[in-house]
């Protein structure tokens, strides 16, 4: 079965990149920023890699961070390009130059961790759910479907942060804790977010331990040991920022805690609690909807399967759903409060736009999504299977079509 859903995943990737082609070759460049940056004067099929945010990846990756606002673009995936560009791909540069051997680095490194993190998601589902193949399987192809489809085949983070974040999970399930730690280590220098993971440690060896009444003081050593390795990515890097550009006299440097992160997040981004409530947002919003909507209904589910259970945080149990191999499972419990909080973060803080790529990385969304297309796409009616489907594939299908061409939405 894994192998299948990895043959599904390839195949997704091909499909998406040759609409991609075909619509870059038929409608063209709306804005010429990739081809500046590429110093190119024709249109190359592969600029159409490069759009939005992988124009600052790109940038990255062959000169560092230049600019301030560069550091909200996190480190590992420009590196990681530069290491490929400069090992596996050496020769190209003969026949490309730089700019493009390192566009094709970004690309390769985005789409086969696209193909690893379907297989990463089918074996963090089994290793919750070992007798639920199927959910494992659905789940691992709603996945591949990921509305946002262009943007996990280009010069982005969305791919292998999912990856990562997907195998860490698993790590946890299986008790290798320390692995986790170090793969998220890492991840916080791909994304910002990867530091919530560490509430992963608290919840298993503190919380857990102390409903079952056992003795939870290594686990709070453990907890912190661990967190401390999650953070350490980040905290390099804004170590690495403070280093950079504080000899510039910037105003972020005189803080108690002189955080770059939240600085630039904020300044050049505008991203904060409610910023992004403005009458010229509503557009986005509507953008948002329909992954706002599908959350709080896959909380809800899940929330009324087992109330008691979700609230009490695991302390008062129910029997009939102890050993549930469905979505019910308590055992996914901790995943729907990381997307509980991950939602109200996103609603209130973030561009609200994001939330279709943010939420890639997070597998109880594809798990109820595969529960949903389980239980629903067998019926003659038109469900809410039918309608999550269609929604999938057209929005991946118009967004290809729109990222293409250098078009919103981004």
Known sequence: MLNKVYSVAIASRLITITLAFISYFFTGSYDSSAEIQLESTSHHILNVFLRWDALYFLHIAEHGYVY???????????????LVSNTVFLPLQQIVGIKYTLLISGVTIANVSF?????????????????????????SIAFCLSPPAMFMSSFYTESIFALMSF???????????TSAAMIWGFTSLIRSNAIIYSGFFWYDLIWVR???????????????FYTLVVLSG??????????????????WCTNKIPLLYSFVQKEYWDNGFLSYYEMKQIPNFVLAAPIITLSVLGLKTYIQSDPATFFSLGIIKSKTTANDQTYASPKLSVYMYLWTFLLFYVVTSMHIQVIIRFFTSLPPLY???????????????????????????????????????FLPPA
């Open 234 to 251: 980040i905290g390099l890097f804004q170590y690495y920022g403070y280093i950079q550009f504080c000899s510039l006299d910037r105003p």
């Open 167 to 177: 195998t860490g999970m698993r790590w946890i399930v299986e008790k290798k804790y």
């Open 68 to 82: 301030e606002q560069e550091t909200a673009f996190f480190p590992l995936m420009p590196l990681l390009a530069r």
């Open 210 to 224: 102390f409903i079952q009444r056992k003795n939870f003081v290594v686990g709070v050593i453990l907890s912190v």
């Open 367 to 405: 798990w109820y999504v595969g529960d949903l297309w389980i239980k629903g796409l067998n019926d003659k009616k038109f469900t809410l299977a039918n309608v999550v489907l269609t929604y999938f594939v057209l929005y991946g299908l118009i967004g290809i079509v729109l990222f293409s061409s």
């Open 115 to 139: 193909v690893l993190a379907a297989g990463a998601l089918y074996k963090l589902t089994l290793a919750l759910l070992p007798r639920n193949q199927r959910l494992a399987y659905v789940s």
